[in-house]
């Protein structure tokens, strides 16, 4: 009887080490697994990573700079090569979109001028960040003035109201043009406007570059 206590003793210690030794496996294997995530999480925050918006003034300088030197080789770095630009204008009631795929394709519907034109207009942008764009009323237009609460050169990157415009149904675009504004549209995450003339540049974040999607020259109260 005794020597089956101890049998039966001895039996439990080993029950306990192979469970015990089983318990080490799994916290082992719970260990790498997790210092695995640890080592992926980089990798997870960069494919996930937001724009970055604190680099986009000195992005916006750069395309600044390369506008009033005339500069269409640096403009077309800011042009993406699959995407292209649209340009918005307003020759009459209704807005006009017209694609190009490279600046000096450019051909504004006002004297078929080059892009670059615009800068004999925008001579200054000292770029500043809004939550929202100054407030506008046509009625305020005169003796010179913008017609904006505040004059200035604004970014902001609240951009749901542009990504939201259905203001193309109203240009004489194809079905697939229509299309392809519309997905431009969803990837803006910045605009620019510049009060003096009331252009708006608007830039998408792709592969690490910011890219002017749409070049809105169109000018208030003019129809």
């Known amino acids: 009887m005794r020597h089956l206590l101890t049998l039966l003793g001895l039996a439990c210690i080993l029950c306990s080490c192979g469970n015990g030794g089983q318990n080490n ?19 997870r925050q960069q494919n996930t990573a937001a724009p970055d ?39 009459g009631a ?5 694609h190009f795929s490279k600046v000096q394709e450019v051909k504004r519907q006002y004297q078929q001028r080059p892009f670059t034109s615009i800068n004999q207009q925008l001579k200054q942008c000292q770029l500043q960040q809004r939550e929202a764009f100054p407030e506008f009323d046509c009625a305020d237009m005169d003796q010179g003035a913008s017609g904006y609460a505040e004059d200035g050169c ?3 990157t ?45 830039f998408g974040y792709r592969n690490g570059r910011w890219r002017l999607l749409f070049a809105d020259l169109r000018v208030p109260c003019s129809a």
């Open 154 to 156: 604004f970014y902001t």
């Open 25 to 43: 496996g799994t916290t082992a294997d719970g260990h790498a697994a997790s210092l695995e995530a640890v080592q992926e999480e980089p990798v």
């Open 158 to 202: 609240n951009t749901s109201g542009f990504q939201n415009s259905d203001m193309w149904q109203y240009a004489n675009l194809t079905e697939q043009q229509a299309q392809q504004v519309q997905e431009m549209q969803q990837q803006v995450e910045a605009t620019v406007l510049h009060t003096g003339t009331s252009y708006r540049f608007h």
């Open 94 to 98: 209704l807005p006009s979109y017209t």
């Open 53 to 91: 918006t604190a680099a986009f003034q000195q992005a916006f300088d750069q395309f600044f700079n390369a506008l009033q030197s005339g500069d269409t080789a640096a403009l077309n770095a800011f042009i993406d090569p699959e995407q292209g630009l649209w340009l918005i204008e307003q020759p």
